[in-house]
């Protein structure tokens, strides 16, 4: 059984190792489509603004390295089995708020609303994986027969 775990961890964390190095090769289309959903708080204005100033990046382009880094080390630790429930804890509060800011459903009348539907029931089961992985973790536990004698 842990050999399946292991296997299921590694073939899970593609999903996030494959969704941020698009982001990153692709950060043009990613900070325009982060644009177009996530407004700046009016408290965060002003340090967005500074950020911005330094880098010489606007913000939606800092957040699409920032979101693209994120899921390709969070990827990489749960397949490594490195801090797996902390990395599981954090990618449900980031899957969560990319299903409520970026799959707003609710939002769209229903012949439209199929796609965004099913990409927020998706991102639903992936938050069901992520708890599996974080109530898992990384505790030895007593090798166990593959088959009943």
Do not use: C
């Not at 090769?25 to 489509?33: M, N």
């Amino acid at each position: 059984m842990p050999a399946f775990i292991t296997f299921g961890r590694i073939l899970f964390a593609v999903l996030f190792i494959y969704s941020g190095a698009t982001k990153l090769f692709a950060i043009q289309a990613t900070s325009e489509f982060i644009s177009a959903k996530v407004v700046i708080p009016a408290l965060l204005a002003p340090y967005a603004t500074q950020l911005e100033t330094m880098t010489g990046m606007s913000t939606p382009q800092m957040l699409a390295i920032a979101v693209g880094a994120f899921e390709i080390i969070s990827g990489l630790m749960i397949a490594l089995n490195f801090g797996a429930r902390f990395f599981a804890i954090i990618l449900i509060f980031f899957v969560a708020a990319a299903t409520f800011y970026f799959h707003d459903f609710w939002n769209q009348s229903p012949p439209e609303n199929a796609k965004t539907l099913m990409e927020a029931l998706k991102n639903l089961s992936i938050i069901g994986a992520l708890f599996m992985i974080a109530g898992y973790g990384r505790v030895s536990r007593a090798v166990e027969p593959a088959y009943e004698v």
